[in-house]
């Protein structure tokens, strides 16, 4: 997998004449992420041209919801006993929801049972109750009307895929992009925990930063050279990221959304800011802020620290196509019940 990865870079490399001539044009302005961020007391390790080395596979799993729960109100930390308490709790939740289910009608039904999850343990970082750190209410700011107008729209889902009202197996472009292997529900960009497959390998050199998800191995190349996105009309699964170094942070904007896969039901013309600041020798600080007018009142910012895995972890090739079962099971199904609606009508 890093071979890949090393080879990825090399390839890129060739076209650096292009990417020089771009470099020469001024940088677009870039609106400042929320200043609540951890201080930076930790002297990273740093790569030839002196910026830190954030190379590593870097785990974003936590039980922190991305919103803070209604009942907290302004609580915007837990102490480190009520953060325990919840974590045992979660503990126990799962482990009696597992057993609840075993054997039963409703463990078969689901795609998995409890015992294939890795939602994580922990409550992040500096004991947060909710991963959006701006606004301070924890909370993703309201929707303007436009975008309530359009709530029927997804982030790669059947809709957002191109379903032609036949039915929800129509063909694949009718399922999801996570059903049919073409991107990953928890790979971002941005990154939030999902279900399992909380896990990146990042990997930075002075003139890119590239970043593996293990959910579908998507991965991601970004320029540090360049200084314009590629024009509107060319738009990809994961956007156009172009970095750059403020300090010792890492800094990632993307824009060029695919319309099948836009971060939380925003508009194309969503713009993504991250921020990855070193902060210790196991510890990476990730920040996201989104922007659009069109969806949101305000942007908002989100921080998920993330955690190295330990030497015996590792970041493995997702086989989805080589073992995608269940797309085969859907298809057939929906062709079995063509037949008998024709089989009825004749």
């Known amino acids: 997998m890093r071979h890949r990865l090393v080879a990825a870079i090399a390839a890129l490399a060739l076209a650096s004449g292009i990417q020089s001539m771009m470099s020469a044009q001024s940088a677009p302005a870039r609106p400042a992420v929320s200043p609540a961020r951890p201080a930076a007391t930790y002297a990273p390790p740093r790569m030839a041209d002196g910026h830190p080395?954030?190379?590593?596979?870097?785990?974003?799993?936590?039980i922190t919801p991305l919103q803070r729960p209604a009942n907290l109100g302004d609580k915007?930390?837990?102490?480190?006993e009520e953060a325990a308490a919840l974590e045992k709790q979660?503990?126990?939740?799962?482990?009696?929801?597992?057993?609840?289910?075993?054997?039963?009608?409703?463990?078969?039904?689901?795609?998995?049972?409890d015992g294939w999850y890795d939602r994580g343990t922990k409550v992040v970082g500096t004991k947060q109750t909710s991963l959006i750190i701006d606004p301070p209410n924890g909370r993703i700011p309201p929707l303007t009307a436009?975008?309530?107008?359009r709530q029927g729209r997804g982030r790669g889902g059947a809709?957002?895929?191109?379903?032609?009202?036949r039915g929800p197996a129509d063909g694949p472009e009718s399922r999801s992009l996570g059903e049919r292997c073409i991107i990953g529900f928890n790979a971002g960009p941005p990154f939030l925990s999902s279900a399992y497959n909380n896990n990146i390998t990042l990997v930075t050199?002075?003139?890119?930063?590239?970043?593996?998800?293990?959910?579908?191995?998507?991965?991601?190349?970004?320029?540090?050279?360049?200084k314009e996105h590629v024009p509107a009309s060319i738009r990809s699964w994961m956007g156009d990221s172009i970095g750059h170094w403020e300090g010792d942070t890492?800094?990632?904007?993307?824009?060029?959304?695919?319309?099948?896969?836009?971060?939380?039901r925003a508009t194309i013309n969503v713009k993504l800011i991250e921020k990855f600041t070193r902060t210790g020798p196991d510890s990476i600080n990730y920040e996201f802020t989104l922007i659009d007018p069109a969806?949101?009142?305000?942007?908002?910012?989100?921080?998920?620290?993330?955690?190295?895995?330990?030497?015996?972890?590792?970041?493995?090739?997702?086989?989805c196509h080589e073992a995608n079962y269940g797309m085969e099971g859907i298809l057939k199904g929906a062709r079995a019940d063509d037949k008998a609606a024709a089989d009825a009508a004749k």
Not at 159 to 165: D, F, S
Not at 250 to 259: A, D, G, P, Q, R
């Open 53 to 62: 080395d954030l190379s590593g596979d870097w785990s974003f799993a936590t």
């Open 76 to 80: 915007a930390t837990y102490t480190p």
């Open 90 to 113: 979660v503990a126990a939740a799962s482990v009696q929801d597992e057993n609840r289910q075993k054997g039963t009608a409703a463990d078969v039904s689901r795609a998995y049972n």
């Open 146 to 149: 436009e975008a309530q107008a």
């Open 159 to 165: 809709a957002a895929a191109g379903n032609t009202g």
């Open 205 to 226: 050199t002075a003139d890119y930063a590239v970043i593996q998800t293990e959910m579908v191995h998507d991965t991601r190349i970004v320029s540090l050279t360049r």
């Open 250 to 264: 890492l800094v990632v904007e993307t824009t060029n959304f695919s319309e099948k896969n836009i971060p939380q």
């Open 295 to 319: 969806t949101w009142t305000a942007p908002w910012t989100a921080r998920v620290p993330m955690e190295k895995l330990p030497p015996d972890q590792h970041v493995y090739e997702y086989a």
